[in-house]
């Protein structure tokens, strides 16, 4: 079964930074989107940023300069790098794949994490 993992959300100052990662792991073949959305309470699902395997990326506007996406295709792992966060980017974050799990197959499912949350003090 396919599994994301995130790691690195916490408490921060406004004006600070966070790192966050998402491991995906369980029988992939290969992966093609992986991305980060955020809900804040009270709001819907958004996305963030995404990063295909060929490394396209594209980004919130109001992130834009702020947050860096990569990944690392060796290790089925996505990274978020927030800068000069805000209090308004307090929120839940929650990686997002598009796997390939066989390769005989031409088929990708979309898998989402638990969730990780990001909480910005002003």
């Known amino acids: 079964q396919v599994q994301l993992v995130e790691f690195g959300g916490g408490l921060v100052q406004a004006g600070g930074s966070l790192r966050l990662s998402c491991a995906a792991s369980?029988?992939?073949?290969?992966?093609?989107?992986m991305g980060w959305y955020r809900q804040a309470p009270g709001k819907q699902r958004e996305l963030v940023a995404s990063?295909?395997?060929?490394?396209?990326?594209n980004y919130e506007d109001s992130v834009k300069g702020r947050f860096t996406i990569s990944r690392d295709n060796a290790k089925n792992t996505v990274y978020l790098q927030m800068n000069s966060l805000k209090p308004e980017d307090t929120a839940v974050y929650y990686c997002?794949?598009?796997?390939?799990?066989?390769?005989?197959?031409?088929?990708?499912?979309?898998?989402w994490g638990q969730g990780t949350q990001v909480t910005v003090s002003s």
């Open positions: 997002n794949a598009d796997v390939k799990k066989y390769e005989w197959s031409s088929r990708f499912s979309n898998y």
């Open positions: 369980g029988g992939i073949f290969g992966i093609n989107f």
């Open positions: 990063i295909t395997s060929g490394g396209n990326q």
